[in-house]
């Protein structure tokens, strides 16, 4: 049986790319250091901070919430968990059982915005209604329901649990198409814009899938193992991040140059044309004075709801312990 290049204990993971083998425990800390290192270089997160982590129920929130839950000490800063139920079935019913569970074990607070509760339908009924695909409406959505949520609890950022797959995937597929706005969004952190939006962090950038899989698992972490309904096996993004696999298996260790490259490198990438204002409606962020959440729900419900949603956040907050 093969053994921890650290300790010679039985090893459980081999990271080719660092050319170690680890046991569980240097496992662990290999993978909380990473997300440590990645926390100080781009400054995601600063002293008395207030962070609201961003959780599916799934591997990868579990493991932000779990190596965050961690950090937290030594950086000192706040925590709170949010969970958006999209109303996508079962599936969503799984999703904010296993978010429950979660925020349960590692004793954190946990605030649930559900989508058929705010706006009368779930993400499925809102895209047919819209006529539009399921993730860019879910996409729309979500951001607004987190930032809103931020501003409304005055947090100081927003994690997600973005990975280093995700990310290359998002990454090769802006240069393909050459919509290189898109690279700029990658980076780790984007700053907060007073009253408009809050910064937006991804602490597990640099976090292999499979090494975020392996971290939730280890540890012990409740997570739901489906994927979405409304993903497909057939789109660019799946096939792009086989590809970025397969040439991981060959070059290990391709995945973390291009991201830590992205990371390094996505301010040099052009921005948008146009200066963020105020919604007319809902007063956070947009570009040309109507925010696509409030163009949405103008479409699909009549209104723009942006401001009754943010309201409805307003007291759910004030009546929980966040
Ligand atoms: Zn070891
Ligand atoms: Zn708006």
């Given at each position: 049986m093969a053994k921890c290049s650290l300790c010679g204990a039985p090893a459980v993971a081999e990271v080719r790319y660092a050319r170690l083998r680890l046991c569980r425990e240097h496992f662990l800390e290999f993978v909380e250091r990473k997300v440590e290192r990645a926390v100080r270089e781009h400054h995601m997160i600063r002293r008395g901070e207030k962070v609201v982590a961003a959780i599916s129920g799934g591997k990868d929130s579990a493991t932000l919430a779990g190596v965050l839950a961690r950090l937290?000490?030594?950086?000192?800063?706040?925590?709170?968990?949010?969970?958006?139920?999209?109303?996508?079935?079962?599936?969503?019913?799984?999703?904010?059982?296993?978010?429950?569970?979660?925020?349960?074990?590692?004793?954190?607070?946990?605030?649930?915005?559900?989508v058929e509760e705010l706006l009368g339908d779930g993400v499925p009924r809102l895209a047919m209604k819209a006529r539009r695909p399921a993730c860019s409406v879910c996409g729309i959505v979500k951001r607004y329901l987190l930032n809103a949520l931020a501003i409304e609890a005055r947090a100081d950022r927003v994690a997600t649990g973005h990975n280093a797959d995700d990310i290359a995937a998002y990454a090769l597929k802006a240069f393909l198409t050459q919509n290189l706005e898109d690279l700029r969004k990658q980076k780790p952190a984007t700053p907060s814009i007073e009253g408009l939006a809050v910064s937006r962090v991804k602490p597990l950038y640099s976090v292999y899938e499979k090494e975020s899989y392996l971290y939730a698992l280890l540890r012990g972490l409740p997570f739901y193992h489906e994927e979405c309904p409304h993903a497909r096996l057939t789109s660019l993004d799946f096939h792009l991040k086989e590809m970025i696999n397969k040439l991981e298996s060959r070059h290990p260790g391709i995945k973390l140059q291009l991201v830590r490259g992205l990371a390094r490198n996505a301010d040099r990438y052009p921005g948008e044309d146009w200066e963020p204002v105020p919604c007319r409606h809902c007063g956070l962020i947009s570009y040309g004075g109507e925010c696509s959440f409030?163009?949405?729900?103008?479409?699909?419900?009549?209104?723009?709801?942006?401001?009754?949603?943010?309201?409805?956040?307003?007291?759910?907050?004030?009546?929980?312990?966040?």
């Open positions: 937290r000490e030594r950086l000192g800063f706040g925590l709170v968990l949010a969970h958006i139920d999209l109303g996508i079935g079962e599936y969503s019913v799984r999703s904010r059982r296993a978010s429950e569970r979660l925020a349960d074990e590692l004793g954190l607070p946990l605030l649930v915005l559900s409030c163009r949405l729900t103008s479409r699909v419900k009549g209104e723009p709801l942006g401001g009754k949603v943010r309201g409805k956040i307003r007291s759910l907050i004030e009546g929980s312990h966040i």
